[in-house]
């Protein structure tokens, strides 16, 4: 049942053979080899709290292995990063995410969708840059339609290179997003020193909502002193219509989550945005 993941999640931990063999399948399937199975997007809302409405989505990669079916990214994404392969991943997804907004376009839909960047990524600026601005132009997509999500151990990374990577994407006029606010130790003044406009809070803390007084607490000081720097919160991992009324009532800005729907292929996402009423 569930995602159907797990077993080979638990599987894979143990054997660095596996993660060999996934590096030499991953590396076929980017380069569009037959048989190696078929690397995807899926995209989740994100919903306005107030009105309801789809504001955008967050791209997620899926790896459909052609003998062991569907794999998670919280394996492959590692062996990625592992094996040198994160680069040509990571170029894949933007470009990607570029031409479906494209098409949504073209549908008129007008849909921001949010990636994931790594570490490794962000360490090459103006690589990084020039894949952006080449995937933009060659889909006549503006940067505004582009977020990218950086985890908050990533953004409290102090090397220079990262810091200039965020400098730049922000001067591109991409939209960036601090990713499992909460788990890291970064304080709010140094993100602000950052080209930040949003805060996603942990889902570690909204599946607390409703039994614990301090994630409570904790929501709501992160959501006012966010909204007091002039940052947006986005709530990630909404999964119960209890944790989404806490939510509202403390003015969280976005709710993502199962509650609402779960990560979808694009034309399912298209009927989705579409068929839900005003
Ligand atoms: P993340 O960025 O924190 O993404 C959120 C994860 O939570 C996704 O898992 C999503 O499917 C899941 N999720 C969404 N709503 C709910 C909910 O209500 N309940 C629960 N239990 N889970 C929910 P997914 O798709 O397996 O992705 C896992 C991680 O893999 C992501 O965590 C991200 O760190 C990484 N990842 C995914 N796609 C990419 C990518 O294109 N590039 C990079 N670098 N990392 C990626
Ligand atoms: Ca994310
Ligand atoms: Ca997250
Ligand atoms: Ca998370």
Redesign the pocket.
Known sequence: GGNGFAFFEAHMQAGVREQVELARDLRAALAGEAGNGRLA??Y?PKIATAEGEVTGV????RWNHPLRGAI???VF?PVAERFGL?MP??DW?IAESCRQIAVWREAGLQMRVA????MQQLRQPEALVRRFETALAQHGVDARYLTC?I?ESVAMDDASATERSLQRLAELGLSLSI??FGTGYSSLAYLRRLPVSQLKID?SFIQDLESSADARAIVKAVIELAHALGLQVVA????TEGQAEVLRGKRCDKL????FA??MPADELTRWATSVPD
């Open positions: 997007l899926h989740q967050e791209a997620l990669l998670s990214p919280v994404i994160i991943l990571g997804v990636i994931n960047l790594s999500e985890t990713d499992d889902r990630e991992g909404v999964e993502q989550g199962f509650l779960r990560p």
